[in-house]
């Protein structure tokens, strides 16, 4: 990650891919042998890590739209962080609100600075998941309620040309397929039930569309995959590809609209019910020998 700063003077902070050290088998932090996480909700983050902190950053940073930086692989310059305060202490999520805080401090054409912020996918740093339902519902509602708060508080970046793309595409993004998206999903639930009640639509329609949704969500996930093998990032046996494969179309079955109904109670909970926490903490798998982040 260092290396990019060596020939862009006006290199700011650089990323890197973040993946799950579910699996791993590591002794004295070295990597000796891969595998998956044993669980289905475990190899259901597995996918979603690879659909999602890896190839998408790559095209969002061409963009200029890169507004998720995990806090797990972030290089810096120290004069960007002191200038830019460093996160806020009293974020839900302090990444997200830092990276898009980021953003506008690097693309903010009214103070030229003549900035960069560079995505590195040979940088990788692997990170713990939760395996248990309640921690993995519980960090999925603080990520919910750490990205609205990050868009408000920084909405004056909202379709400002003085930041360029940065407002005028990847915040729009991030509010609509992010923030916004469990809403978005839950209205075309309750909208397709109306419809079908009132008699303006009936069950074939509805589940064409369905259908529709799913085939374009297992496509774009597995095209990921598939991609992902032609890295050294690849899977470390055939076992493990099909493995990963099968989680792709059991992903869109449950464990997707569970992430939804997560981040629409958190969203209520968040503008309504005024929760600001941090949620339960997540607790550490410290055998030896075992997944460690």
């Not at 998941?129 to 508080?153: C, H, M, V």
């Not at 597995?222 to 055939?238: K, N, Y």
């Not at 990963?244 to 503008?271: E, K, N």
Request: aromatic share 12%; charged share 20%.
């Amino acid at each position: 990650m260092a290396r990019p700063f060596l020939f862009d003077p006006n290199l700011a902070a650089a990323t890197g891919v973040v993946r799950p050290s579910n699996g791993l088998v590591i002794e004295n932090g070295v990597i000796i042998k891969r595998g998956l996480p044993k669980t289905w909700l475990g190899m259901n983050q597995e996918i979603e890590y690879t659909r999602s902190f890896q190839w998408l950053r790559i095209g969002l940073n061409r963009l200029q739209s890169m507004l998720c930086i995990s806090g797990a692989l972030l290089l810096i310059k120290k004069s960007v962080f002191e200038e830019t305060g460093g996160p806020w202490p009293d974020a839900i999520t302090d990444d997200i609100e830092y990276t898009i805080r980021l953003n506008g401090f690097i693309f903010d054409r009214k103070n030229k600075r003549d900035l960069n912020l560079a995505f590195i996918p040979d940088a990788v740093s692997y990170t713990e998941l939760p395996e248990k339902i309640d921690l993995y519902l519980s960090q999925r509602n603080r990520w919910q309620r750490g990205t609205l708060q990050a868009i408000f508080r920084n909405w004056r970046m909202f379709l400002n040309p003085r930041y360029g793309t940065t407002s005028l595409l990847g915040m729009p993004y991030f509010l609509i397929f992010e923030a916004l998206a469990p809403i978005v999903e839950f209205t075309a639930y309750v909208l397709a039930v109306v419809l079908l009640v009132l008699g303006l639509t009936t069950w074939q329609e509805i589940l064409i569309l369905v259908l529709l949704a799913y085939t374009t969500s297992v496509f774009l996930t597995l095209l990921s995959i598939v991609i992902t093998e032609t890295s050294r990032l690849r899977s470390s046996s055939w076992k493990d590809y099909w493995k990963m494969i099968l989680s792709v179309f059991i992903d869109s079955l449950g464990w997707h609209q569970l992430r939804v109904f997560t981040s629409l109670w958190a969203t209520i909970q968040f503008i309504l019910l005024r929760k600001h926490d941090l949620g339960a903490p997540m607790a550490r798998n410290l055998k030896p020998s075992s997944t460690q982040s």
